[in-house]
């Protein structure tokens, strides 16, 4: 790596240099731990500057907490209809996709490429996001959420799973 390289990286933002989303402005809910504050800080600094309404559920520094405790309130704010999206980071993002399911109406997918995201949107109608900053970079979470919130749902076939999702009693009959 050429000598001054690190400093210069430094000097810019990495959302200066990836585009905004292209989609409707929204409205959007965003929580994390400890080990996710650092993106979520990232994502809500390009959401706004895209023009997007961000509610920021915390934690609000790198101190250890317990994940549920920010990620049930996004999952909660976006199955109630507060929020249209929401966003949740954690260290692997495991434990927050899950808390996040925990919630009816809530369709949480752990992302970690851009592929995954448009399935989550297109074939799941994902209305809530999962991100591990300890597994990728920060520049592939940006790319990621810009994916995840330009992909429309499909509807069509995926419109029927979706619907035996929400609704178990359904699927003794399909």
Known sequence: MPAGYAK??????????????????MKIAIGSDHAGFRYKEKIKEMLRSAGHEVIDFGTDSEEPCDYPLFIRPVAEAVAHNEVERGIVLGGSGNGEAITANRIVGVRCGLCWNEQLAKWNRAHNDG????LGQRTISEEEALHIVNV???????????????YLIDHPEATANS
């Open 148 to 162: 995840w919130l330009e992909t429309p749902f499909e509807g069509g076939r995926h419109t029927h799973r979706i």
């Open 127 to 130: 209305n809530v996001l999962s």
């Open 8 to 25: 210069l990286r430094n000097e810019f933002s990495l959302i200066e240099t990836i585009d905004p989303p292209k989609c409707d402005r």
